[in-house]
């Protein structure tokens, strides 16, 4: 199924403040696997990155929201980084764009405080995810059925935990991108084997 992401195209949606390797990692193996990836942003130019304690290496923006369309990506991926992933899930535009792409039943890799902007796209009520621990209450409150493992796979949906992730993150993100559109099933449909995988 790997094979088949050199035919897609992925977004990674990131403003200032994104954790730099959740978007540096992610970005490289989609790359590696022969994928077209853009950065998706807030504005043109750069973006400048979180590094652990400090601002990190700046990213080159490939597409503005206003430019972008999301039946264009067969991936988006959605790093972590609490500066970043708090603009976005406040800005409509950002909302209004991972709405769209979720819609359409695309596959998505969220990792760290990265699934916050999927409680806004009303994009997590019955799905099995993880998170930076911090967005248990708010994912849980909003529907989703949390648990901490460092990677979890529902139906399309790809999430993990922290930086220290990213590898797990990485591979499964390249499998479930690979298999292309995902239907979303219930809790309702989903067999005990389901309940139990990952």
């Not at 853009?38 to 080159?60: C, R, Y």
């Not at 929201?65 to 409509?92: C, F, H, K, M, W």
């Not at 992730?165 to 309702?188: K, Q, T, W, Y």
Request: proline share 4%.
């Amino acid at each position: 199924m790997i094979d088949k992401i050199k035919t897609k195209k992925i977004a990674i949606l990131a403003t200032d403040g994104v954790e730099e390797s959740e978007l540096a990692e992610p970005m490289q193996a989609l790359k590696d696997a022969g994928a077209k990836v853009e950065i998706v942003s807030l504005k043109a130019g750069t973006i400048k990155a979180w590094k652990h304690d400090n601002w990190g290496q700046e990213f080159k923006v490939n597409r503005t929201l206003d430019e972008a369309d999301a039946s264009d990506y067969q991936g988006l991926v959605l790093p972590g980084g609490v500066i970043n992933a708090d603009t976005l899930r406040g800005n409509p535009e950002a909302v209004g764009f991972v709405t769209d792409y979720v819609d359409r039943h695309g596959p998505v890799a969220a990792i760290c405080h990265g699934a916050w902007i999927l409680i806004e796209a009303d994009a997590v009520n019955g799905r099995k995810m993880t998170s930076w621990p911090s967005l248990r209450t708010d994912l849980e409150n909003a529907g989703a059925h949390w648990s901490d493992r460092e990677v979890i796979i529902d139906h399309g949906l790809v999430t993990s935990r922290k930086p220290a992730d990213l590898p797990a993150f990485n591979r499964h993100m390249l499998e479930v991108f690979g298999d292309g559109v995902h239907l979303r099933r219930s809790m309702d449909e989903q067999s005990d084997e389901d309940r139990s995988m990952h």
